[in-house]
Every structure is written in C-alpha cells, then in structure tokens.
C-alpha cells in the first residue's frame, strides 16, 4: 500500500487560518448580547472616565484660586462664540475646553456602553478650529457637539451638574454628585410607603439597554471628592412607566433639607424646591443666567 501523507501546512495556509479565526471572533463579539461580564468591564470604564472628568475639573479649579473658569468667564470676549457670555455655558462647550486643554479626549467623554446616536468626535480641532469666530484665539473647538437628538450625532455620553451646583461642588462639599451615566426624562416624582417612585416619559428609552437589565437603570455617579461608583438597578420597573429608585439615589442623605422627608432625585429638577439648589445631573445643549434658561435633553 503507497503510504500518503499530507504535506505539512504552509505559511501562507497558517496565516489564512489565523485570519478566519480573528473574523470570525470580531464577528461573534459584535452579534453576541451584551452578558454580565461585559457590563461590568463597561461599567468599570465608565467610572474611570467619570474619575478622569472630575480629575479635569480639579485641575482647571486648582490653577484658578479654587475657580472652575465656565466658558461664559473664558469667552467673555466673543473670541470663540458669539452671543451672551452666559449662554456660552453648555454642557458642549465645558467639555470642548477640557478636551482643548488636553486633560481630556474625545474618546474619554464618551462611553462604550452608550446605544444613542453618539459617537467620539475624531475631527476634534485643537489648533485654529473653523467653527471659532477668531480661530487663531479661540479657547476651544465649537464643532464639538452635545446634542444627539437631531440627524447628527453628539460628542458626549454624559450627563454633569448644573453649572450652579458644579461650581458649588468644586470649592469644598465632597458629597456633590457632579458627573454620571445618563437617565430617562422623569415626568413626575410620588413618595408612598417610604419609598420614591418616578413616571419616566419613554419606558423605551435608550438609556435602559446600557447596562442589563432592559427594564431597570444601572450607571455609575461621579462625586466632587473624585470618586465615581456603580449603581445598579437603581430603577427598577413596577408598572407601565412607572419605576422605583433606589435609596441611594433618592438623595435623602443628600439633600438641602437635612432631616426632612424631601428626596433629591438626580435627575429631576423638583419644582418644590424652594432654594432652587437641588441636584440635576443632565446635558444641556442651551444655557444662560438662570437655572430656567437650561434646556436638558433625553433619549
């Protein structure tokens, strides 16, 4: 009997082989739902760019007498934008400086577990941005977007405080949430049986299918000490639009009524806040002297 043998595997062969193999693991990777492993190495990324953020902040406030220079402050001159220098403090333009200062990147404000219509801005320009009204003096590039709500994507995963509250945070109180995973709109806000429950305006919000699972919130909060921690199931659905919060972030133990039954939920601007000084973590694509004259977005 002739005794045949198969030729050993050629290089070339080898290497096509590996290539299949890599394909079809890119391919696997992409199809395959997102399980709890992946959750939680994208949730752990997540807090880190949250600490990078407040990393960022710190910094600017240090070099600045304890100051977070806003961009209606740096801008006062109409060098970078034109209109009122108030309206210049977006959530778009706060990061656009960070990232022009280079404490930050594109691709740090924007998370890998986001679903929306938002993507890393790879044509950020950090020398004489054409979008400026004095491109050679600008302070940042305004091309940079936070608004995912039209044909075009934004920039930012993230929502931040309130311009009021994130000065606030930076000149002392360490217990100042300041950066976090986004939420649903919050229509309305009900206290029963010790609990707080909201009505979201989208139970099919994008926001739901971050982190698993669908019919529940889970993120991570960035507080003024630099810290950022996870906080899972922090909605969870009872009914219809209908969710309840979780303790620690009703806000209760953070409130401005120490000892009081107000709950200050993150995300809602309460409107029986009479101090006007509760918590609102959100992105604004408009701003201005006024707390009102911030317009929040939500998908």
């Not at 959750?39 to 990393?55: C, H, P, Y």
């Not at 979201?200 to 019919?215: L, M």
Request: charged content about 20%; glycine content about 6%; proline content about 7%.
């Amino acid at each position: 009997m002739q005794d045949v043998t198969r030729p050993d595997m050629t290089l070339r062969e080898l290497l096509m082989v590996l290539a299949c193999m890599v394909l079809l693991f890119v391919v696997f990777m992409t199809i395959m739902p997102s399980g709890p492993g992946r959750d939680r190495g994208n949730l752990a990324k997540e807090m880190s760019q949250q600490r990078r953020f407040l990393n960022a902040m710190s910094s600017v406030t240090q070099v600045n007498d304890g100051k977070f220079m806003l961009p209606s402050i740096l801008d006062a001159n109409g060098q970078t934008l034109r209109g009122p220098a108030k309206a210049k403090d977006t959530s778009a333009n706060i990061f656009s400086f960070l990232i022009w200062q280079r404490l930050l990147e594109p691709d740090s404000v924007v998370s890998s577990a986001d679903r929306g219509n938002v993507e890393i801005d790879h044509d950020y320009q950090f020398e004489s941005p054409s979008a400026a009204v004095d491109p050679a003096n600008a302070l940042w590039d305004p091309s940079f977007r936070a608004d995912f709500t039209g044909d075009e994507p934004g920039n930012l995963s993230f929502a931040h405080a309130s311009v009021d509250v994130l000065v606030q945070g930076l000149q002392g109180d360490p217990s100042v949430p300041l950066i976090s995973t986004r939420w649903p709109r919050i229509e309305s806000v009900t206290k029963q049986d010790g609990s707080v429950r909201v009505g979201v305006n989208d139970p099919q919000s994008i926001t739901f299918r971050f982190f698993k699972p669908a019919n529940a919130w889970s993120g991570a909060v960035g507080m003024s000490d630099g810290s950022s921690s996870p906080h899972e199931h922090a909605l969870t659905h009872i009914d219809a639009d209908e969710y309840l919060v979780s303790q620690d972030l009703s806000g209760s133990s953070r409130s401005p009524y120490p000892g009081s039954i107000y709950h200050d939920i993150l995300f809602y601007d309460e409107p029986d806040d009479p101090s006007n000084t509760n918590h609102f973590l959100g992105i604004f694509i408009e701003a201005g002297a006024t707390r009102d004259d911030f317009k929040p977005i939500w998908d």
